[in-house]
């Protein structure tokens, strides 16, 4: 067997060119937040539906303004006024004036809207305009918002707040996407207990399977814990199989020792129609990482460090499951003490975000990578790219909320 | 009443001031992601509870290995092997070594493991070390991850999948969170139909409750939804009374005319108990914003207009769901075209997030308030600050992702 390591991008595109696209399912437009749409969406009507005022005022035509002025106010008659949620039972003719609420329906022959603040009431039927208004001026026009038969969301877009309101006002009440990814998790390592045991010598609870699937929730997965297995290759092949079965994806993990890493190794590789894509990441923490594909279904092999594992799942898992995240841009941000990496290795350092004169600041947190508390007081990562040997206090580099 | 006019920082600032502290209750580690701790949590015991090798190598006694290289290797007794997961059962003596795994315990005695690379097996029972190691070298102590009795986690912390590692490695099998606030909805307008609905002429769909329903349920908060209520001020304040009874904050939205914003001013203001912190905020898009405490209740009457409301909800509301959230710093980005705003005033614009060159340039996005789409077409909102005049492009402005 061939034994690969990857720089963490080109493993990250190695994974997601085998990704088999998920299937469908429609849902309420209530329960669409953070879901991810399977296909474009297209308006089937104009909104707004009708020319709208944005203003409290008198609906008027343009014209009737020009040259208006407080020496020298436009005087137009009150014909009308129109209603809320109702349509104007008349049109405004020239010299003319309805009263109009924002979000009224301007009258035919209208075309734009006086703030009442630039005008003055003369008499119950008689309006001063202080100010004129250019043709469209405080309105909103027909299909201003959306046109009929526009795309209005692309497919792939993870809906957000406002995207629910834009669905809203094109009252799309139900909306196709993709089911939630199942991703299998299976711990390992014959030291391992449940986190309710007390750890005899030698023991210790189980941090990644908890950690992982907490992880997968907050990437819109739905994580299915396979549980903790020994350190034995037919167990082992038995639960792959199994979380295969039921899962898009599935996440090894524990099993940081050598001989613990070729069990991994040689139980994924086992299965039938198994292959290993990669083996050893230039990244650290995280090196120890395997990558394969077996059937169509994504496996990752993930080192059994806590820290390093989560890590690793940031960069190479969760993009997988969240495609579209626009956000993995980095901060910058100032380095608050200088720190080495080896170049030909991209590394992550665990840091506190401090505001220092305005100037967010990252402060590394060392550690070895076992210890799962230095990256619960992280606030995120710092990230030194493959080609550089370190980055001095007071540089900018990247960050990355966690 | 006296109408008082807020920046957006000094109304968040009154709001928060009145907030209650919302009851606790205990839920299962696996659903505890996103949940805002309701005290500080404390470790029982050293984690681990034991000295473990972070490398596959030897245990050793560090002073045997003090001046080994490969022309003269220190040669070691190979007198024992530590099993995963269990005690090892004898110790490691001056001049021995045993095998270890990584996450092996320390046998008593030994002080550093031996990466198994630095060293070479001369027969099954000796083996070379050809680099020295120094004391605790390779391993972690106990306790080095969380020492018995430390503050692990503090109150008001909201639960990350390296904060569920942490307290997963504790054996924190339960924990004590905040209850989810729940917030009610009320939509206002006698233009407004359901989402389900063909608006007749005249008539919109409702954007806003299911817009801020969702951007509740984002903020982690659960939404409650009352409908959307006629501009009627008996039927307004029926339904306001039903909301605070079953809510800790309630939204009220829509009504952008005059009228009805002092319909919405009334509803509250003559709830029994009521008290109106602020009305108007000195912020575009947003001014027409109401605050209010009603026994302890807040009610918060946002914008009409969908665009200003979720701003509003953004900076306003989200941040008294949210206090912990240390990630509202913004973005540095720089701006792709000029903006004009109004000195006295804090604006916020609509914008496109591209990379150019490597450098993340926010492209406005402009377009009136009520157009829903122009924020879902933007990844987020620049913003100006109060004291200036607009900014030009090419300048560094704050960006905040949507």
Redesign the interface.
Known sequence: MLFTTLTLAAARQKLAERLCPLPCEEVP??E???RVLSGPVQARED????D?A?M?GFAVRAADTFGASEGLPAYLRVTGEV??????NGRVGPGEAWRI?????LPEGADAVVM?EHTEEVSSDMVAVLRPVAPEENV?RRG???RAGAV??PAGRR???????????????RVSVAKRPVVGIIGT????VG??????????????T??????V??AGGVPVVFGVVR?ELSALEEVLSEALAAAEMVLLTGG?????RDLTLRAVAALPGAEVLFHGLAVKPGKPTVGAVVNGRLVVGLP???VSA?VV?EFLVRPLLEPER??R?P??VRLGRSLRSAPGREDYFRAR?V?ENGV?VAEPILG?S????T??E??GLIRLPLDVAGAEAGEMVDFF??
Chains 1, 2 share one sequence.
């Open positions: 437009l209530a669409a937040l953070g909104v707004p539906g009708f709208r944005t409290d209603l809320m949620g109702q349509a104007p609420p924002t979000g009224g329906m009442v909103v201003d918002d959306v209005i969301l809906l957000r707040p406002q995207d629910i309101g834009l669905l809203a006002a094109c009252g799309v009440a390592g014959d030291e391992i986190i309710e045991a007390t750890p005899a010598p030698g023991q210790v609870r189980d941090v990644n908890p950690a992982l699937a907490a992880a929730c907050a350190d940081s020792s050598v001989g613990v059994g460090h806590p989560l799942f626009i956000d841009v901060l910058k975000l505001v967010l070895k076992g210890l799962i508390a990256l619960s992280a606030e909320l966690l």
